[in-house]
């Protein structure tokens, strides 16, 4: 296994800022979604995990078949989480897919005192259930072809009492499941079924039990980005609290990891692995106490072996990086010009005016409205798009 060489960053050239109405409309909707995470007690900016595997996509959004044979057309309704998700008031938060006819969103409704609850609708192949209301934040996420809902507790002690109210849901094409999650003493190693999902610190989730158990990286205080490729490795981006960001790679389900430095000196960092692990797309993050500062996106086609740099810009509005199996991947910048960049595969596309973020699973991109509640998906990599609302 070759290390992955450090990365050198070169700043290139210098963009103007986004007009102060624009950055007014994204920090409105982007503080929402911070006071939501905070809500839950999360910190740290939620990075779901993505389990990549390659999985043959369907029809898109909007065209799904009937339910097949024993898929359960009917199911129970809830009264109180299908109010709050109707309400006019409430806001979708995040969206997660399986594939192109298996999602799940997020939704948060503002309640006195500057709180919020939260539901969740999951939708299978044109089946569709909800998640209970609950005060914690809903977390949504994809496990092979299926997603999940889940409200975990304020903290991972197994002494806090919002573990009573942590649930986990799910849809199958036996119908709906839900459980309550489980506390587990925190570990610095995790089972080959396990999701890990990251909030700064680094959580392992089990979901055929339910059971969530911090795990914990000697070395590393925070952990962001985690995604496992079809070979079995789970990449992130980790690093200490002094803001040295870190590749780490395990192939052995936590028992020894790989790493390499993003950038000397600069804060996380951010990474999208290709589901067979050979492309990456990575974005360093920022320099403490630095604003506008210029940073490469950056390519890799051999797992991280040698790097290209595609294009600089501004780190405070490049975002979302995401790669592919053919050696290409996308990057959305939200400066003055807004730019879906395509490492590896030409000239950047304009992206839609409202595109909040990209995620991908498979060739299926997607992302949330950064000023509204419709998902926006694209299947061919970024150069036409559609809208749904995900209720």
Partial sequence: MSELKELSWDAQETVQPVPFEALERRGIRRRRRRQALTGAGVVAAVTVAVVAAVLPLGNVTGTEKPPAAGTPASIPVDQAAEKLIRDK??????????????????????????????????????VRTTAPVRKNQYVVLRTGDEVLALSMPTSMKGSDPTWAQSVMVGLTDQGRVEKKLRWAPPTSEFADGDVLLAYGTLRALNPETGTLREVKIPGIDNAYEPQRDTTGRWWLVGGRNSGVGNILWTDDRGKTWGRSVISQGRMGGRIGVSPDGRTIVAIPGSKPGTTGDQVPLRLSTDRGEHWTTVATRNTQ??????????????????????????????????????????????????????????????????????YFEPR
Avoid: C
Avoid at 99 to 123: C, D, E, F, H, K
């Fill in 317 to 386: 509005y490049l975002q979302s990086p995401v790669a592919f199996d053919n050696g290409t991947g996308l990057a959305l910048y939200q400066g003055k010009r807004r730019e879906l960049l395509r490492p590896g595969a030409g000239a950047p596309f304009t992206p839609p005016a409202d595109l909040g973020e990209l995620t991908v699973v498979g060739d299926l991109v997607y992302g949330m409205q950064y000023n509204g509640d419709q998902a926006i998906t694209s299947t061919d990599h970024g150069k036409t798009w559609k």
């Fill in 89 to 126: 008031k409430s806001g979708g938060v995040g969206i997660a897919f399986a594939t192109p006819t298996r999602w799940a969103s997020v939704w948060s409704s503002p309640q006195p005192g500057y709180t919020w609850n939260y539901a969740a609708v999951l939708s299978r192949d044109g």
